[in-house]
């Protein structure tokens, strides 16, 4: 049983669109008390994105999917009653998460100097585009600028496919971004918890890109020829063990054999009843095969051409090497290890809701409860009382001044 | 300063290639003890891939990158002496990090009940594939195969640019999905400071790239049109704001003015000197924007044609709207900001490594020390003398015997 890795653990946040909301959702996942805080006059720009609204569960799907097991609170920082509440919840909390940028954050006064002040345990996080620090470190960034195109990423995506134009972007660099922050985060709360000592936690779309993209990164600076990834890769100079082959029905598998061991081969000459490779004096040892790879390649060719990927995916699902089907997203949500190991569920209490992402990791080999998105200011009510001591009388007046939402 | 979230905690790292190895050089960044276990027969094959070696200073620059910060023993674990040498380290680690399959994790008694038997804090961390449920999970994985491949990846990337094969990787999903195994380990161990629970972590290459491309994949169970991500972006239907533009040496700068803001689109007509777009009827409101938005592009085309990226980006430099360079690999480590914030490095002490890329978190605006990756072997000494308890004649005994090396 996942038990909550977070239990116990306020956040608030402070954040809008994917990046650091993403960040918050894993904390969510992960057992904290996650309260998103958005202004009543302009909500979370995510909520209303592509076709999304402000009424009940009437949210755009990203914005669910980036905010799921959180409470959300509507809270007005601009008026001095919204930021005195600002304040009551820091003093309740361990984590403030924020996207805002340092204009922002000053004006508003809840910097990490402001916030400190009233609780000097607060662990701050706050994500920016490429860093706090630099000469560009006010300027704001969102993925496709900051991650995919500026982290070199489109770039790599250029080159292995040989298109002259930046493509559109692989994946979603907010979502990453926010998974690897989340962990950060976690680190500085241990720490807190083993030393008392209380760290700012920074991470950025930028940086992340070039944690992903590192082979890439380094291998431009190595001899040409050297490096690896990020480059074209033309088949005829591929090996037999690392690439993909096509199916009758026009899809791919893709070979994984590293190393190509003897017995990996064997096996895998016996599941496409092609034994007679095993003693063919081209293929019958592991140098052989490299040396003639090109061959090899071009009799797998003939093989996986002759069956749809349904079917090799049957017959190759014993095999002791490493494949696997070039799958698109829609055929993720089908998968059955996707499914067994809960990285993608099918909720049955939530109407509108295809289909659930979870975090990619698991804690007692459990991918936790995964509870639905807020609406916006669904527990404002809730939080007040409870954590801020404000009666219903006083919860009316502030929405009627739109303080609170 | 960043003065080590992790201090204090021991993690033995038996992994092995990229995606676990790339977890325990998190932690290390992060200030954990962090022990690779490797065979003294067959040490781990990223020391030698592409053309690395075992001697000081050899290893791959790919066995570096993900193995920085941590200090190298070589012990043989199919003998009972080199068995009973782990269980000695078992007994005083926070951690045990692994890749290795359930198969082998059994036969050479590491598995999960063999070492909370010798300590029951334990966190146990396994990194699989496709994860530990289901029918697959007695099965090996690699990133070609079960983050890019089967992880919806690589046909997202054959959709954004239209190829009709599959192209290689972009970036490196071992290294993102380490990065997040990483961060749930901590959450693991915050959970076991707090409670005295030590939780199993599971993490997947598989389920890190379904985190990753979640909106394509959440998307592809929506009516058609309402997905987002991982789909052709026709130029002829985008916004002028959200973009790519061609500068005059064929090189590309990606706008990224979400929400197309008034401010941010008399910010932009300022500084490249048009000044007459603020008026223009067609484009004086972010409404008008968007419905001559094809119109707008085609202006925009032919001013950014006129000059160089780099002067583009001096000129834009102070722009209140969010755009990026598309960035090639190699310009990754000319970046200012990706210098101002310790993402990349260039190491003064490293003869041979001539960039390092560093985990995309900062604790308190530092990203880390960054140390070198061990040699082969370099550490067992020490670490069986102070860990273990040996002494030197029963370490020459132990080498001699190749059951350390």
């Given at each position: ?10 956040v ?20 904290a ?25 009437g ?10 097991g959180?409470?959300?609170l ?7 009653e ?5 304040y ?36 701050y ?19 496709a ?5 500026r982290?070199s990423?489109?770039s790599?995506a ?34 807190r ?9 920074d ?31 033309d ?19 893709y ?18 009843e092609?034994?007679?490779?095993i003693?063919?004096p ?15 390649m071009?009799?797998?060719d ?8 349904a ?8 095999s ?15 998968d ?17 809701t ?42 009316k007046?502030?929405r009627?001044?739109?303080?609170i939402?």
């Amino acid at each position: 049983m996942n038990e909550g890795m977070l239990d116990g653990i306020r956040v608030l946040d402070l954040t809008m669109w994917a990046f650091c909301p993403s960040a918050a959702r894993v904390l969510a996942e992960w057992g904290a008390d996650v309260i998103h805080i958005e202004n009543p006059n302009a909500p979370d720009p995510m909520r209303i994105f592509s076709g999304g609204s402000l009424e009940p569960n009437g949210a755009a799907w990203m914005f669910k999917h980036y905010n799921r097991g959180k409470r959300s609170l509507a809270l007005n920082l601009a008026s001095d009653e919204g930021r005195e509440m600002l304040y009551e919840l820091v003093r309740k909390s361990d984590v403030f998460i924020t996207s805002f940028l340092p204009k922002t954050r000053i004006k508003l006064g809840f910097d990490v100097e402001d916030l400190k002040k009233i609780n000097p345990k607060l662990i701050y996080a706050k994500g920016t585009g490429a860093g706090p620090l630099g000469p560009e470190n006010l300027r704001g960034g969102y993925d496709a600028a900051s991650w995919w195109s500026r982290g070199s990423l489109s770039s790599a995506a250029m080159a292995v496919t040989r298109t002259d134009t930046p493509p559109g972007m692989v994946g979603h660099g907010d979502g990453m971004s926010g998974a690897v922050f989340a962990g950060g985060i976690c680190a500085a709360l241990l720490k807190r918890e083993r030393t008392g000592e209380v760290a700012v936690v920074d991470s950025s779309l930028m940086g992340t890109a070039a944690w992903f993209n590192a082979p890439a990164i380094i291998g431009a600076q190595l001899a040409p020829g050297a490096g690896m990834l990020g480059s074209y890769v033309d088949r005829s100079v591929s090996q037999w063990s690392g690439t993909w082959y096509k199916t009758s029905d026009t899809r791919f598998i893709y070979m994984s054999y590293l190393g190509d061991h003897q017995d990996e081969f064997e096996d895998l000459a016996r599941l496409i009843e092609r034994e007679e490779l095993i003693t063919d004096p081209r293929f019958d040892s592991t140098a052989n095969r490299m040396a003639n790879s090109q061959e090899l390649m071009a009799i797998l060719d003939g093989v996986f051409a002759t069956k749809s990927l349904a079917d090799w995916k049957t017959i190759l699902l014993p095999s002791k090497g490493v494949w696997a089907p070039v799958q698109n997203a829609a055929e993720m949500t089908d998968d059955p290890m996707a499914i067994a190991n809960g990285m993608i569920r099918k909720p049955a209490n939530e109407p509108g809701t295809p289909v659930v992402v979870m975090p990619p990791v698991m804690f007692n080999e459990d991918a936790g409860p995964g509870k639905p998105a807020p609406d916006f200011g669904q527990h404002t009510d809730e939080i007040l009382t409870e954590l801020v001591g404000l009666d219903a009388a006083r919860i009316k007046e502030l929405r009627a001044a739109r303080i609170i939402a």
